[in-house]
């Protein structure tokens, strides 16, 4: 076989030669493309690794802060420091876990089977927010990627927050601080996980401020035309050789008192008379408004004359 390979024309000496590049060079962007194309025409690939991407993606692509991302890519690399990580680096002489003392601290010890994780663990449960309690099998960094397998998609925050809080309080505890209550750490999940979920919704409201949107179907567009506001209304004058009479009444709930006032006018638009009077005692607005005209009508004009014919317009 090797007689049979011809030789080369030009009698050059053999070189290196690197195949999928047409000129035989090496290069990065050379074997990007061959990777691409493996993993284009690659038919080895299971059904595990398509979960495990999946769970990966669900990750990156949850409505919780990068941090929190990078957090959970941590505990899945075994990238935490535990006291278990930490004695393979020679920074502590036991593994233990230093808050129970139970086990060797690993990331699955640390985020669920301590005691202070299973407590927030068990109290998310009972209200809703996660659907599967702690598991006693649950080993290594595995579980974390297999559980987001079976959690429903609306989780995921919830679950990444409350593995973020778990290891928060640990930290806490660790550094001689004390820690929350758990029902403090719950309603903390809660109303995180609900102003990111506003967040996402509203973009352009302001969760500090206060201004958000109260009912999404209220909001008028732009396009559509303002709602009209209504001008006050004006005092109109009485027909010739008659007289109007306004009068209205005030109450103040606070001191139980209100006042009433009266203006008589002719067609004009002159004053032939205006009064004023306090109430001592008033129940309500009504009242006041009730007592109004007959207290109007038992004022004297002072001896004056006046027409014989009135018509009293309220």
């Not at 024309?9 to 030669?17: I, K, M, Q, T, V």
């Not at 990007?32 to 990966?56: F, I, M, P, Q």
């Not at 396009?223 to 209205?248: C, F, G, I, Y």
């Not at 005030?250 to 006032?261: R, V």
Request: aromatic residues 8%; charged residues 20%.
């Amino acid at each position: 076989m090797i007689l049979k390979i011809r030789t080369s024309a030009s009698l050059e000496s053999n070189f290196l030669a690197w195949h999928p590049d047409r000129l035989g060079k090496f290069s990065v962007r050379s074997v990007y493309h061959l990777v691409v194309s493996l993993a284009e025409t690659g038919d080895c690939s299971s059904s595990t690794e398509v979960l495990v991407n999946k769970s990966w993606k669900r990750i990156w692509a949850c409505n919780v802060p990068q941090k929190v991302r990078i957090f959970a890519w941590k505990a899945i690399s075994n990238s935490l420091p535990t006291m278990k990580n930490k004695k393979k680096r020679n920074l502590e002489l036991l593994s233990t876990c230093c808050i129970c003392g139970a086990e060797e601290e690993d990331v699955a010890h640390a985020l669920c089977h301590c005691q202070q994780a299973r407590n927030l663990w068990s109290a998310m449960y009972s209200a809703r927010a996660i659907s599967h309690d702690v598991n006693s099998a649950w080993s290594g960094t595995d579980w974390i990627l297999n559980l987001l397998e079976v959690l429903p998609k609306e989780e995921d925050a919830m679950f990444l927050m409350l593995m973020w809080r778990i290891w928060h309080n640990r930290n806490e505890i660790t550094h001689g601080k004390s820690i929350a209550p758990v029902a403090v750490s719950q309603r903390f999940i809660f109303s995180y996980v609900s102003s990111l979920t506003t967040i996402k919704q509203y973009p352009q409201a302001d969760i500090i401020k206060g201004k958000q949107v109260a009912h999404p179907d209220r909001i008028r567009l732009p396009s559509q035309a303002p709602p009209a506001v209504s001008s006050p209304r004006r005092w109109e004058k009485p027909s010739t050789r008659w007289m109007k009479l306004n009068v209205d009444g005030s109450f103040q709930a606070s001191y139980g008192k209100g006042g009433i006032g009266a203006v008589l006018r002719d067609s004009s638009g002159n004053v032939i008379f205006a009064a004023c009077g306090s109430m001592l005692v008033c129940g309500s607005a009504m009242e006041a408004d009730y007592s109004r005209a007959g207290r109007v009508l038992q004022w004297r004009f002072n001896g004056r004359s006046c027409l014989s014919l009135w018509k009293l317009i309220a």
